[in-house]
Protein backbone atom coordinates (compact mmCIF):
# COMPACT_ATOMS: atom_id res chain seq x y z
CA UNK A 1 0.00 0.00 0.00
CA UNK A 2 1.64 3.20 -1.31
CA UNK A 3 -1.50 5.53 -2.12
CA UNK A 4 -5.24 5.53 -0.61
CA UNK A 5 -7.90 7.78 -2.11
CA UNK A 6 -10.07 9.77 0.03
CA UNK A 7 -13.36 9.81 -1.36
CA UNK A 8 -14.89 12.81 0.60
CA UNK A 9 -13.02 15.77 2.39
CA UNK A 10 -15.40 16.75 5.35
CA UNK A 11 -15.03 16.11 8.92
CA UNK A 12 -14.15 12.62 8.51
CA UNK A 13 -12.26 12.55 5.17
CA UNK A 14 -9.89 15.09 6.14
CA UNK A 15 -9.23 13.23 9.30
CA UNK A 16 -8.51 10.09 7.69
CA UNK A 17 -6.31 12.15 5.11
CA UNK A 18 -4.02 13.63 7.93
CA UNK A 19 -3.78 9.73 9.66
CA UNK A 20 -2.63 8.34 5.75
CA UNK A 21 -0.47 11.08 5.33
CA UNK A 22 1.23 10.37 8.69
CA UNK A 23 1.84 7.24 7.99
CA UNK A 24 3.61 7.84 4.79
CA UNK A 25 1.38 7.16 2.41
CA UNK A 26 0.31 9.15 -1.03
CA UNK A 27 -3.57 10.46 -0.65
CA UNK A 28 -5.46 11.73 -3.72
CA UNK A 29 -8.31 13.39 -2.13
CA UNK A 30 -11.72 14.60 -3.74
CA UNK A 31 -14.69 16.19 -3.27
CA UNK A 32 -17.23 17.99 -5.27
CA UNK A 33 -17.48 20.98 -2.96
CA UNK A 34 -16.53 23.95 -4.63
CA UNK A 35 -13.92 24.95 -1.36
CA UNK A 36 -13.34 21.16 -0.43
CA UNK A 37 -9.23 21.63 -1.33
CA UNK A 38 -8.69 24.58 0.25
CA UNK A 39 -10.71 23.39 4.00
CA UNK A 40 -8.56 20.45 3.39
CA UNK A 41 -4.89 21.91 3.00
CA UNK A 42 -5.70 24.40 5.92
CA UNK A 43 -6.86 21.09 7.99
CA UNK A 44 -3.80 19.18 7.47
CA UNK A 45 0.06 19.82 8.99
CA UNK A 46 1.66 18.38 6.04
CA UNK A 47 0.62 18.71 2.29
CA UNK A 48 3.63 16.98 0.62
CA UNK A 49 2.02 14.10 -0.36
CA UNK A 50 -1.10 15.03 -0.87
CA UNK A 51 -2.84 15.34 -4.81
CA UNK A 52 -6.37 16.46 -4.79
CA UNK A 53 -8.98 16.07 -8.18
CA UNK A 54 -11.78 16.92 -9.28
CA UNK A 55 -13.38 13.29 -10.44
CA UNK A 56 -13.53 10.84 -8.05
CA UNK A 57 -12.83 7.94 -10.74
CA UNK A 58 -9.31 9.55 -11.42
CA UNK A 59 -8.65 9.26 -7.59
CA UNK A 60 -9.86 6.03 -7.37
CA UNK A 61 -7.82 4.73 -10.79
CA UNK A 62 -4.31 5.22 -9.08
CA UNK A 63 -5.03 4.22 -5.52
CA UNK A 64 -3.87 0.88 -3.68
CA UNK A 65 -7.27 1.58 -1.04
CA UNK A 66 -10.01 3.57 -1.62
CA UNK A 67 -11.34 5.17 1.77
CA UNK A 68 -15.06 6.89 0.89
CA UNK A 69 -16.87 9.21 3.48
CA UNK A 70 -19.72 10.51 1.51
CA UNK A 71 -23.53 11.53 2.72
CA UNK A 72 -25.52 8.76 4.25
CA UNK A 73 -27.48 7.74 1.75
CA UNK A 74 -28.19 4.78 -0.40
CA UNK A 75 -28.41 6.14 -3.54
CA UNK A 76 -25.30 8.58 -3.11
CA UNK A 77 -23.05 6.00 -2.13
CA UNK A 78 -24.45 3.74 -5.06
CA UNK A 79 -23.54 6.59 -8.08
CA UNK A 80 -20.22 7.08 -6.31
CA UNK A 81 -19.52 3.15 -5.94
CA UNK A 82 -20.43 2.59 -9.21
CA UNK A 83 -17.97 5.01 -10.18
CA UNK A 84 -15.41 3.30 -8.00
CA UNK A 85 -15.96 -0.04 -8.60
CA UNK A 86 -15.15 0.99 -12.56
CA UNK A 87 -11.93 3.07 -11.99
CA UNK A 88 -10.21 0.65 -9.41
CA UNK A 89 -8.08 -2.17 -9.94
CA UNK A 90 -10.41 -5.38 -9.12
CA UNK A 91 -7.84 -6.28 -6.01
CA UNK A 92 -8.52 -2.63 -4.50
CA UNK A 93 -10.38 -2.95 -1.32
CA UNK A 94 -13.39 -0.23 -1.48
CA UNK A 95 -14.36 0.82 2.52
CA UNK A 96 -16.69 2.72 3.48
CA UNK A 97 -17.10 5.18 6.59
CA UNK A 98 -20.60 4.60 6.88
CA UNK A 99 -21.77 4.77 10.57
CA UNK A 100 -24.73 2.86 9.95
CA UNK A 101 -25.86 1.66 6.44
CA UNK A 102 -24.75 -1.86 5.60
CA UNK A 103 -22.84 -2.88 3.20
CA UNK A 104 -24.46 -4.94 1.23
CA UNK A 105 -26.59 -2.22 0.77
CA UNK A 106 -23.78 -0.03 -0.33
CA UNK A 107 -21.86 -3.40 -2.44
CA UNK A 108 -25.30 -3.02 -4.51
CA UNK A 109 -23.90 -0.02 -6.54
CA UNK A 110 -20.91 -1.93 -7.58
CA UNK A 111 -21.89 -4.61 -10.27
CA UNK A 112 -18.39 -5.48 -11.03
CA UNK A 113 -16.85 -6.42 -7.79
CA UNK A 114 -18.79 -6.23 -4.87
CA UNK A 115 -17.16 -9.28 -2.81
CA UNK A 116 -14.22 -5.85 -2.32
CA UNK A 117 -16.78 -3.76 -0.49
CA UNK A 118 -16.66 -3.33 3.37
CA UNK A 119 -17.58 -0.76 5.56
CA UNK A 120 -14.34 0.18 7.70
CA UNK A 121 -15.88 2.61 10.20
CA UNK A 122 -14.02 5.00 12.21
CA UNK A 123 -14.76 7.10 14.84
CA UNK A 124 -14.03 11.00 14.89
CA UNK A 125 -11.50 11.93 14.92
CA UNK A 126 -10.07 9.16 12.94
CA UNK A 127 -6.19 10.51 13.12
CA UNK A 128 -6.47 10.07 17.29
CA UNK A 129 -9.30 7.26 18.04
CA UNK A 130 -7.73 4.04 17.17
CA UNK A 131 -10.98 2.23 16.91
CA UNK A 132 -12.09 0.88 13.26
CA UNK A 133 -15.04 -1.37 12.72
CA UNK A 134 -14.19 -3.48 9.29
CA UNK A 135 -17.76 -5.26 8.49
CA UNK A 136 -18.32 -7.61 5.69
CA UNK A 137 -21.76 -7.10 3.53
CA UNK A 138 -22.76 -10.97 2.09
CA UNK A 139 -20.85 -10.87 -1.38
CA UNK A 140 -17.69 -9.64 0.91
CA UNK A 141 -14.87 -11.68 0.64
CA UNK A 142 -12.94 -13.25 3.48
CA UNK A 143 -9.43 -12.08 1.89
CA UNK A 144 -10.88 -8.71 1.38
CA UNK A 145 -11.88 -8.35 5.42
CA UNK A 146 -8.21 -9.70 5.84
CA UNK A 147 -7.08 -7.07 3.99
CA UNK A 148 -8.56 -4.38 4.84
CA UNK A 149 -7.75 -5.08 8.93
CA UNK A 150 -4.28 -5.30 7.90
CA UNK A 151 -4.15 -2.13 6.70
CA UNK A 152 -5.59 -0.25 9.07
CA UNK A 153 -3.23 -1.97 11.69
CA UNK A 154 -0.29 -0.44 9.62
CA UNK A 155 -1.58 2.98 10.43
CA UNK A 156 -2.13 2.48 14.07
CA UNK A 157 -5.58 1.37 14.44
CA UNK A 158 -6.93 -1.07 16.38
CA UNK A 159 -9.40 -2.72 14.15
CA UNK A 160 -12.43 -5.06 15.28
CA UNK A 161 -14.08 -7.50 13.00
CA UNK A 162 -17.85 -8.02 12.99
CA UNK A 163 -19.45 -11.30 12.03
CA UNK A 164 -21.86 -10.43 9.96
CA UNK A 165 -23.85 -6.85 9.41
CA UNK A 166 -26.11 -4.76 11.69
CA UNK A 167 -27.47 -1.57 11.28
CA UNK A 168 -25.24 0.70 13.49
CA UNK A 169 -22.23 -1.58 13.61
CA UNK A 170 -20.96 -2.22 17.08
CA UNK A 171 -19.77 1.18 18.83
CA UNK A 172 -22.76 3.23 17.45
CA UNK A 173 -25.18 0.69 18.63
CA UNK A 174 -23.68 0.62 22.95
CA UNK A 175 -23.47 4.54 22.05
CA UNK A 176 -27.27 4.86 20.87
CA UNK A 177 -28.09 2.71 23.88
CA UNK A 178 -27.38 4.87 26.40
CA UNK A 179 -28.13 7.94 24.24
CA UNK A 180 -31.85 6.70 24.92
CA UNK A 181 -31.19 6.23 28.49
CA UNK A 182 -29.98 9.82 28.46
CA UNK A 183 -32.51 11.57 26.71
CA UNK A 184 -35.17 9.35 29.08
CA UNK A 185 -33.57 10.97 32.09
CA UNK A 186 -33.68 14.55 30.65
CA UNK A 187 -37.12 14.29 29.60
CA UNK A 188 -38.54 12.63 32.64
CA UNK A 189 -37.19 15.23 34.66
CA UNK A 190 -34.60 13.25 36.69
CA UNK A 191 -31.60 14.63 35.67
CA UNK A 192 -29.79 17.57 33.27
CA UNK A 193 -28.09 17.67 30.17
CA UNK A 194 -25.00 18.86 32.31
CA UNK A 195 -25.34 16.45 34.77
CA UNK A 196 -25.90 13.11 32.58
CA UNK A 197 -22.66 14.58 30.67
CA UNK A 198 -20.76 14.60 34.17
CA UNK A 199 -21.84 11.78 35.43
CA UNK A 200 -20.47 9.46 32.58
CA UNK A 201 -17.42 11.98 31.64
CA UNK A 202 -16.31 12.02 35.65
CA UNK A 203 -17.63 8.13 36.26
CA UNK A 204 -17.80 5.51 34.13
CA UNK A 205 -16.40 7.33 31.07
CA UNK A 206 -12.80 7.54 33.12
CA UNK A 207 -13.11 3.50 33.36
CA UNK A 208 -14.29 2.82 29.46
CA UNK A 209 -11.48 4.66 28.33
CA UNK A 210 -9.07 2.77 30.06
CA UNK A 211 -11.08 -1.18 29.93
CA UNK A 212 -14.14 -2.21 28.10
CA UNK A 213 -17.53 -2.89 29.56
CA UNK A 214 -17.05 -6.53 30.31
CA UNK A 215 -13.42 -6.43 31.78
CA UNK A 216 -14.73 -2.98 34.26
CA UNK A 217 -17.67 -5.63 35.23
CA UNK A 218 -15.17 -8.47 36.30
CA UNK A 219 -13.06 -6.48 38.10
CA UNK A 220 -15.56 -5.26 39.97
CA UNK A 221 -16.49 -8.80 40.88
CA UNK A 222 -13.01 -9.06 43.14
CA UNK A 223 -11.69 -12.45 43.45
CA UNK A 224 -14.96 -13.97 41.94
CA UNK A 225 -14.63 -11.36 38.81
CA UNK A 226 -17.67 -11.28 36.62
CA UNK A 227 -19.38 -14.61 37.65
CA UNK A 228 -19.64 -12.76 40.98
CA UNK A 229 -21.10 -9.68 39.29
CA UNK A 230 -23.51 -11.68 37.15
CA UNK A 231 -24.65 -13.96 39.88
CA UNK A 232 -25.20 -11.00 42.63
CA UNK A 233 -25.92 -7.88 40.41
CA UNK A 234 -28.03 -9.46 37.59
CA UNK A 235 -31.37 -9.57 38.95
CA UNK A 236 -31.12 -6.23 40.01
CA UNK A 237 -29.50 -5.47 36.55
CA UNK A 238 -32.54 -6.82 34.79
CA UNK A 239 -35.14 -4.70 36.83
CA UNK A 240 -32.94 -1.84 35.75
CA UNK A 241 -33.44 -2.84 31.81
CA UNK A 242 -37.38 -3.53 32.44
CA UNK A 243 -37.55 0.43 33.93
CA UNK A 244 -35.36 1.86 31.32
CA UNK A 245 -37.06 4.43 29.13
CA UNK A 246 -38.04 4.68 26.25
CA UNK A 247 -38.16 7.74 23.98
CA UNK A 248 -39.13 10.01 20.51
CA UNK A 249 -36.98 12.54 19.59
CA UNK A 250 -40.06 14.76 18.97
CA UNK A 251 -39.39 18.86 18.43
CA UNK A 252 -39.62 19.05 21.66
CA UNK A 253 -37.29 16.86 23.32
CA UNK A 254 -34.84 18.31 20.69
CA UNK A 255 -35.19 21.65 21.72
CA UNK A 256 -34.84 20.47 25.43
CA UNK A 257 -31.43 18.81 24.63
CA UNK A 258 -30.13 21.34 22.34
CA UNK A 259 -30.64 24.47 25.08
CA UNK A 260 -29.28 21.87 27.70
CA UNK A 261 -26.46 21.83 25.64
CA UNK A 262 -25.87 25.42 25.21
CA UNK A 263 -26.27 25.96 29.10
CA UNK A 264 -24.05 23.60 29.88
CA UNK A 265 -21.07 25.25 27.26
CA UNK A 266 -22.03 28.99 28.99
CA UNK A 267 -20.43 30.73 26.25
CA UNK A 268 -17.36 28.16 25.79
CA UNK A 269 -16.00 27.78 22.28
CA UNK A 270 -16.56 24.83 20.32
CA UNK A 271 -13.28 25.09 18.90
CA UNK A 272 -11.54 25.34 22.26
CA UNK A 273 -13.33 22.74 23.24
CA UNK A 274 -12.14 20.43 20.63
CA UNK A 275 -8.25 21.29 21.10
CA UNK A 276 -8.74 21.01 24.63
CA UNK A 277 -10.60 17.15 24.22
CA UNK A 278 -7.92 16.37 21.60
CA UNK A 279 -4.74 16.90 23.98
CA UNK A 280 -6.87 14.86 26.96
CA UNK A 281 -7.14 12.34 23.94
CA UNK A 282 -3.25 12.45 23.33
CA UNK A 283 -2.33 12.60 27.03
CA UNK A 284 -4.46 9.52 27.09
CA UNK A 285 -3.49 7.13 24.38
CA UNK A 286 0.32 8.11 25.37
CA UNK A 287 -0.46 6.36 28.55
CA UNK A 288 -2.42 4.05 27.51
CA UNK A 289 0.49 2.55 25.26
CA UNK A 290 3.13 3.15 28.07
CA UNK A 291 1.55 0.38 30.17
CA UNK A 292 1.84 -3.11 28.69
CA UNK A 293 -0.73 -5.07 30.42
CA UNK A 294 -3.53 -3.43 29.31
CA UNK A 295 -5.69 -4.66 26.36
Known amino acids: ?22 NGLDVVATDPAPDAEERLRGALEDTDRLRFVADPGE ?21 LF ?3 DEATRPDVVLASSSSGLLPSAIA ?8 RVVVGHPFNPPHLIPLVEVVP ?89 LAHVLAHLGPPTEEWWRDLGRVHL ?5 ETLVAGVDAELAGTDDHSLVAARDAVLHQLLAAKAAQPDLP
Open 250 to 254: TPELA
Open 82 to 84: AVL
Open 137 to 225: GRDTAPEVVDRAVAFYTSVGKRPIRLAREVPGHVANRLQAALWQEAYSLVERGIATVADIDTAIANGPGLRWAVLGPFLNQHLSGGAGG
Open 59 to 79: AASVADFVQENGPEREDVKHA
Open 108 to 115: RGCPRHPE
Open 1 to 22: MTTVAVVGTGVIGASWARLFLA
